[in-house]
């Protein structure tokens, strides 16, 4: 399984764009790199994922290195409800396992 | 759509107690997971299940049992419970794709909050 490297805590301004870093220098090349986020007391949810290329969804973006030795989520404009722990996640394509680190906190500043 | 649904939200054990955390979900998802959270810890992976009738163990399976009769139920026993579980517990599920592989995305319920004294 890849191991990944994740500043513990990060903070944003609000709606100011947040930058969040994962090393993952040890992934496959059939590991999709994966992002879940978990609000406090709630359970993760689903952010992105992606393989090789750029990712753009609603919430979020994800910028791949071109060595996929790292990834990058981009919050475009935090917002306060943007404030939780961010899990990037390797994972083996049609398998169900997710390892899950300690993630980064981001916090929020009003 | 309620999504996944886990009770209790919370529950106190004393030593040497069991009980049955469960889980439900209403997406028709084959894929089932229980996971555990210690706190500052990332979740890690208890049992899973892929589909009725057939579970597996994940990474720390010791001292959990768990059994899939429906394709919506997927209950957590403890049996003897220790001071070490201690934790917050995860369901989650996922969907699988046609050929039968599961989907890259896990949904999950809010949690049962477990204490053993």
């Known amino acids: 399984d890849a191991k990944t490297t994740q500043p513990n805590s990060m903070e944003s301004n609000e709606e100011e764009p947040v930058h969040l870093p994962c090393n993952h220098s040890t992934i496959s090349g059939t590991d999709y790199i994966h992002w879940y986020r978990q609000l406090p007391s709630q359970g993760p949810e689903y952010v992105i994922h992606?393989?090789?290329s750029n990712v753009n969804n609603r919430m979020a973006s994800l910028a791949i290195a071109e060595d996929r030795k790292s990834s990058t989520l981009i919050l475009h404009r935090a917002t306060l409800r943007d404030a939780a722990v961010y899990y990037c996640?390797?994972?083996?394509?049609?398998?169900?396992?997710?390892?899950f680190g300690t993630g980064t906190r981001l916090k929020v500043l009003a | 759509n309620a999504g996944v649904t886990q009770t209790p939200k919370f529950r106190i054990l004393k030593i040497g107690q069991s009980m049955t955390l469960q889980c439900t979900q209403d997406?028709?998802?084959?894929?089932m997971y229980w996971y555990r959270q210690d706190p500052g810890m990332g979740l890690k992976l208890i049992y899973y299940?892929?589909?009725?009738?057939?579970?597996d163990k994940g990474e720390v399976p010791n001292g959990y049992n768990v059994s899939r009769s429906t394709t919506e139920d997927f209950p957590l026993r403890l049996e003897l419970a220790a001071p070490s579980q201690t934790s917050v517990y995860f369901c989650?599920?996922?969907?699988?794709?046609?050929?039968?592989?599961?989907?890259?995305?896990?949904?999950f319920g809010a949690g049962t909050r477990l204490s053993v004294l």
């Open positions: 299940s892929v589909g009725a009738g057939i579970t």
């Open positions: 997406m028709n998802h084959n894929y």
């Open positions: 989650a599920s996922s969907y699988t794709l046609q050929d039968g592989r599961p989907k890259n995305i896990q949904y």
């Open positions: 992606g393989l090789t």
């Open positions: 996640i390797p994972r083996t394509s049609g398998t169900y396992k997710y390892i």
